[in-house]
């Protein structure tokens, strides 16, 4: 059945190549799931040598645990590490069809991003992004070709977590569309079209409970409590426990767009910018078993 409001599959074109702009653990965690599912030469780009070995390192290893498990063959392993490589160029991407971009949750970064790589590529390689909560139509208003961009939004731990939320804005034509749909079917994921719209729909209501709690642990709630006091509320993981694995400063910049949209509603913490401006990952956070992962 046709996800609502994807235009007719027909239009989807192939896509024969991806190019990740970013080699960070979002990144990272897509690129291994396009080169399993779409089995396409996935290539890694980002601003220096060793954040893009970090970043083919980490699929590399990951490819590694899951034949350790015996999730995939040793045909597939060497298969999948093979597709994955990086290069510090964009200009790996000439022949890309459909490229992605996971950098900094800054609009004007993202904006630099999409014009160095339209000048790479062909008219019709799509240009989609991983933002969390920034206009998509904004990402696209100077480009030469706007009708190439759309919202791939994933969800932190890529390879478990089902949904994606593919966004189209005002220019973004049926073909792109269409394309973005077909992918997310091969990658197995729950596509869902959203509004482009502040924080489109999960992290709307997501990271505003998650910011609430922090305001609460501004106000003098023990973190510890909250998490425990809202554990038995059915949620998979305890806002602190999310906030630390979406990462501090993800979570604070969403926060921010969403404060600048929302207003009241949604309140930026004083103490969770404090951890963030003191180095910190998370506060600390404890899993479903007890155990312990903020250093
Ligand atoms: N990477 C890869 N696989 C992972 C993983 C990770 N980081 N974490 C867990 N898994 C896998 C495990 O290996 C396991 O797979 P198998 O059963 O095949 O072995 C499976 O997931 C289940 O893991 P566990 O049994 O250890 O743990 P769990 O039952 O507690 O589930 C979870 C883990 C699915 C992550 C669950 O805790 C959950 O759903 N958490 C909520 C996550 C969430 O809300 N994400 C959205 C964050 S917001 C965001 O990402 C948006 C943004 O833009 C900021």
Known sequence: KRPAGAPDPKLARPVTKVGVVGAGLMAGQFALLFARQL?????????????VDKGVGYVHGEVDK???????????????????????SK????????????????????????????????PECILATNTSSLSVTAMAEDLVHPERVVGFHFFNPVAVMPLLEIVRAPNTDDAVLATAFATAKTLRKTAVLVK???????????????????????????????????????LPMTPF?????????VAQHVTESMHATFGDRVAVSANI??????GKKGLWATAADGSQFIP
């Open 39 to 51: 089995k396409v030469p996935v290539v890694m780009t980002d601003i220096d040598a060793a954040r």
């Open 66 to 88: 899951l034949l350790a498990k015996g999730r995939i063959s040793q045909d597939a392993a060497n298969r999948t590490k093979a597709l994955v490589t990086g290069s510090v």
């Open 91 to 122: 200009q790996a991407f000439a022949d890309a069809d459909f490229v992605i971009e996971a950098v900094f949750e800054e609009l004007n970064v993202k904006k630099a991003v999409f014009a160095e790589v339209e000048a790479i590529v062909s």
């Open 196 to 234: 482009d719209a502040t924080a489109f729909v999960v992290n709307r209501v997501l990271l505003r409970l998650m910011a609430e709690v922090s305001r609460a642990f501004d106000e003098g709630t023990d973190a510890a409590v909250a998490d425990k006091a809202l554990r038995p509320m059915g």
């Open 241 to 249: 426990t999310l906030l630390a694995m979406v990462g501090l400063p």
């Open 273 to 278: 910018q404090a951890l963030i401006d003191g």
